[in-house]
C-alpha cells in the first residue's frame, strides 16, 4: 500500500520519516541540503522541455495540452466493450484502454477447456478479428488511440489492431495503438506469461521493429513498472528495473541493424502512483531524467524528442482497500493529484471499486471526473512543474535518482535483468518485501486509514458488476460461427506461413496480420508460437 | 507430538496475480508450517494430483479473477472423485462478502478475502486440522 514508516516519541511527536524506497525525510529542508546534493539548475533541472526533462517533456506543460484520461475498460463480449467505450467517450474520455479476459490474454480459444469459467470475466474475450470489428464499430480510430492492455500475444493483438482498422478503410499509417507488450514484468509481476524468456522478447523486438516502418504512430512497448510495484518493489525499483527492461528490449533490435533513435522515441512507461505523495513526485522526475541520461550516454541517442520518459502514471490498484471502499475515491483524487503534480502525459485510476470487482459504469465515470476536476476546476495546469525549486523536491529527488541507480547496480551485479527474471531472483526479493509490508500493516506500524487506523468494524459490500455464463455462450457461438464461415483453406494457408516464418526466426508481425485477415483465432496462432517456442518455466521460490 | 502441517498453495486458472498467494505462504512458513507452492495457471486436475502427491493436509486456493465459485466446485468435485475429500480447503483473494455462504456449502472451512489478518489464517488452519486429526483417531 505504499505509506512511509513513521517513528513517534513518547510525545506521539514524529521522530523519523522512512519513505518506501528506503530514504529518510527531515523535518525541514534548506538551501544547505541544494548545497550537499550539489544542486545545480542546469544539469539537474533545466527548462521544461530541455534536457534532462526532470520538470517536464514539453515546454509548456499542461497548457498546450491536457493529459490524456484514459480509463481501463473491457469486459464481457466485444459488444457490451464496445458500448462501454463509447459510453467513456461519450464522457470526454480521449483515450481507450483496453482490457481482455484471461483466455485472451494466455492465447486460450473462448471454447477451450483452459478457458472455462473466464470467458468475458476480466476484459474482453477476443477469439478472432469478428470480435474487434464489433469492439471498435462507429470509433474513430485516427483519433482515438487504444493501449491494448495484453503481453504475451501482443503482437498476435497489434496485428488484429490493423487488421480491423485496415478493414474500417484506415492506413495503419495513421492508426495509434499502445500495446503493454511487456513481458519481463509478466514474469516479475503479473503472471500471464506463456513463451520462455528468449523467443517471448524476440517477439517485443518483432513489434518494436515492425511498428517502425508500417505502423509509425503505434507505440510498440509500454514498459511496465507498474505491475512490478504491485508485487512488493519500492518506488525506486519500480523505476530502476523498468529502465533495466526498456534496455532490455532495444538490445533486441539494435542487432538487426536500426539505429536507436529509429525506434526508442516510441517506447512509454506505465507507472503506479499510490503510497507517500512527495515520494511519488520525486519517483517520476528523477525518472524522466535518468532514461534520458540512460538513452544519452549508454545508447547514444541524439534526437531530444526520443529521450522523452512518455507514459501513463496512474492506477494506485494496490493503495485501494476493501474497507471502507468509498475512501478509495478520495486516495484515487491522490493517487492523480501527484501524477499531475509530476508532469504525467496520461493518467487512469483505478475506480473505487475494483478491489472488488471489475469497475461499474457508475465508478468508471468517478474516477473520470475525478480526472477532469483535476484538470478543469482546481488549477493543475496554471503552471508546469510547480513543485520545482523547493528545497524538499530537488532534495528528494536527487535522492531517489541515487537509490534507482542503486537498485539498478544490484540487478546488473547478479547478471542483469533478463537473468535475475529467468532465476527468479527479482521475483524473490520483491515477494519477501511484499511479506514484510504485509506484516507491517497488519501490526499496525505502517499506517491504512480504515484497516488499521478509523476502521469501523464490519465493511459493506459495493454494488458489483455481474458475470454471467451467458457471456461465454454467446462468445463460443460467435466463435464456431467464425469458424464455420471463413474461408478455411485461406485460414491454413496462412497458419502454415506463421509456421514457417516463426521456424525461420522472420519478424512474424505481417504473417501475424493476414492470419488475423483470414480470420484465425487467437488460440490458433497461439498454438503456432506454442509448438515452436515452448512454455516458460515458473523458476521455485519456495 | 503433531507432525507438521503441510498446506499447498495453489492457483487455479489463468489468473497470474500471486502477491497474495506467496504473502500467505510466507506467513505459513513462519508459523511452522511446510509450504508447497504450485506455482502458476495451475488447472484443477493439476491441483488435485499435486495435493495426492504431496500428501498434505491442507489445499489453499488464491483466486483474484472471480471465478473462485466454479473454480472451488470443481476441485471439490475432482478431490472427491480422486478419493481426498479429506483435505482441508481454504480460499483467499478477491473474494466478495455475499460469496462466503456459498463456498462454506462447499465445504470451504477457511474464507480469507485480501486484508485478512495472517494470524487468523494460521489459527483457523491450525484449529482445523487438529480436529481432522482427534476426528481420526476417535
Given amino acids: ?542 | 507430538m503433531a507432525r507438521t502441517i503441510r498446506i499447498l498453495i495453489a492457483k487455479p486458472g489463468l489468473d497470474g496475480h500471486d502477491r497474495g498467494a506467496k504473502v500467505v505462504a510466507h506467513a505459513l512458513m513462519e508459523a511452522g508450517m511446510e509450504v508447497i507452492y504450485t506455482g502458476l495457471h495451475q488447472t484443477v486436475e493439476q491441483i488435485v494430483a499435486t495435493a495426492l502427491q504431496e500428501d498434505v493436509d491442507v489445499i489453499g486456493l488464491s483466486i483474484m479473477s472471480g471465478a473462485h465459485i466454479p473454480i472451488t466446485e470443481k476441485l471439490v468435485r475432482k478431490a472427491r472423485e480422486a478419493g481426498i475429500d479429506d483435505k482441508m480447503i481454504v480460499v483467499g483473494g478477491v473474494i466478495p462478502g455475499r460469496d462466503i455462504p456459498r463456498l462454506k456449502e462447499l465445504g470451504v472451512r477457511g474464507v480469507f478475502p485480501g486484508g485478512t489478518p495472517f494470524t487468523e489464517i494460521v489459527r483457523v488452519i491450525k484449529e482445523n486440522v487438529r480436529r481432522d486429526q482427534e476426528a481420526k483417531w476417535e
Wanted: hydrophobic share 35%; with cysteine; charged share 25%.
Fill in chain 1, 1 to 542: 500500500m505504499g505509506v512511509a514508516k513513521y517513528t513517534k516519541d513518547a510525545k506521539g511527536q514524529i521522530t523519523d520519516v522512512t519513505l518506501q524506497s528506503g530514504i529518510h525525510v527531515k523535518t525541514f529542508y534548506g538551501p544547505e541540503d541544494l548545497e550537499r546534493i550539489g544542486f545545480s539548475y542546469e544539469k539537474d533541472l533545466a527548462d521544461p522541455g530541455a534536457y534532462p526533462f526532470t520538470r517536464a517533456i514539453h515546454p509548456q506543460g499542461y497548457r498546450s495540452r491536457a493529459w490524456t484520461t484514459r480509463q481501463y475498460t473491457g469486459f464481457g463480449t466485444s459488444y457490451e466493450t464496445n458500448e462501454r467505450f463509447k459510453l467513456m467517450i461519450d464522457h470526454g474520455q480521449t483515450g481507450l484502454n483496453v482490457a481482455f479476459d484471461l483466455p485472451t490474454q494466455m492465447g486460450y480459444d473462448s471454447d477451450d477447456p483452459m478457458a472455462e469459467g473466464e470467458v468475458g470475466r476480466v476484459g474482453m474475450a477476443v477469439d478472432s478479428l469478428r470480435d474487434f470489428e464489433v469492439a471498435f464499430k462507429d470509433i474513430n480510430l485516427a483519433k482515438i488511440g487504444s493501449g491494448l492492455t495484453i503481453n504475451a500475444v501482443a503482437s498476435i493483438m497489434l496485428a488484429m489492431y490493423q487488421a480491423v482498422a485496415e478493414k474500417y478503410g484506415y492506413d495503419a499509417k495513421v492508426i495509434s495503438a499502445t500495446p503493454q507488450n511487456d513481458i519481463l514484468k509478466e514474469m516479475i509481476g503479473r503472471g500471464a506469461w506463456i513463451f520462455p524468456v528468449e523467443p517471448a522478447v524476440k517477439l517485443i523486438g518483432d513489434t518494436i521493429e515492425y511498428s517502425m516502418t508500417t505502423m509509425p504512430r503505434t507505440n510498440p512497448v509500454s514498459i511496465c513498472g507498474y505491475h512490478i510495484r504491485e508485487s512488493g518493489a519500492t518506488p525506486a525499483q519500480e523505476i530502476g528495473y523498468a529502465i533495466l527492461i526498456a534496455n532490455a528490449y532495444i538490445d533486441n533490435v539494435l542487432p538487426r541493424g536500426y539505429d536507436v533513435d529509429e525506434f526508442v522515441g516510441r517506447f512509454s512507461f506505465n507507472f503506479n502512483v499510490f503510497g507517500n505523495i512527495w515520494e511519488q513526485v520525486a519517483k517520476f522526475r528523477a525518472a524522466r531524467k535518468l532514461w534520458a541520461r540512460n538513452l544519452k550516454e549508454k545508447y547514444g541517442v541524439k534526437k531530444e524528442s526520443n529521450m522523452f520518459m512518455r507514459g501513463l502514471f496512474g492506477g494506485g490498484g494496490y493503495g485501494l482497500t476493501k474497507a471502507q471502499p468509498e475512501n478509495n475515491i478520495m486516495r484515487g483524487a491522490y493517487y492523480a493529484l501527484s501524477a499531475a503534480l509530476a508532469g504525467a502525459q496520461t493518467i487512469a485510476l483505478c475506480s473505487y471499486d475494483e478491489a472488488y470487482t471489475i469497475p461499474t459504469p457508475h465508478s468508471a465515470v468517478i474516477s473520470l471526473r475525478t480526472l477532469q476536476l483535476l484538470m478543469d476546476e482546481v488549477g493543475l495546469r496554471d503552471t508546469v512543474d510547480p513543485l520545482a525549486g523547493s528545497y524538499f523536491i530537488e532534495t528528494l529527488t536527487k535522492e531517489m535518482e541515487e537509490k534507482i541507480e542503486e537498485e539498478m547496480a544490484k540487478i546488473e551485479q547478479v547478471g542483469g535483468i533478463v537473468s535475475a527474471v529467468s532465476t527468479g531472483y527479482i521475483q524473490n526479493l520483491v515477494s519477501q518485501q511484499a511479506y514484510a509490508f504485509e506484516k507491517g500493516i497488519q501490526s499496525g506500524e505502517l499506517l491504512k486509514v480504515g484497516v488499521n487506523i478509523h476502521t469501523e468494524g464490519e465493511s459493506k459490500d459495493v454494488e458489483l458488476h455481474e458475470y454471467t455464463g451467458e457471456t461465454a455462450e454467446k462468445q463460443i457461438e460467435e466463435l464456431k460461427r467464425v469458424r464455420r464461415e471463413r474461408n478455411q483453406r485461406e485460414t491454413t494457408r496462412t497458419l502454415v506461413d506463421l509456421e514457417q516464418a516463426t521456424r525461420a526466426g522472420k519478424n512474424v508481425m505481417p504473417y501475424l496480420v493476414d492470419c488475423c485477415k483470414a480470420y484465425a483465432t487467437v488460440g490458433e496462432m497461439t498454438s503456432v508460437f506454442r509448438n515452436v517456442f515452448g512454455e516458460f518455466k515458473e523458476p521455485g521460490l519456495f
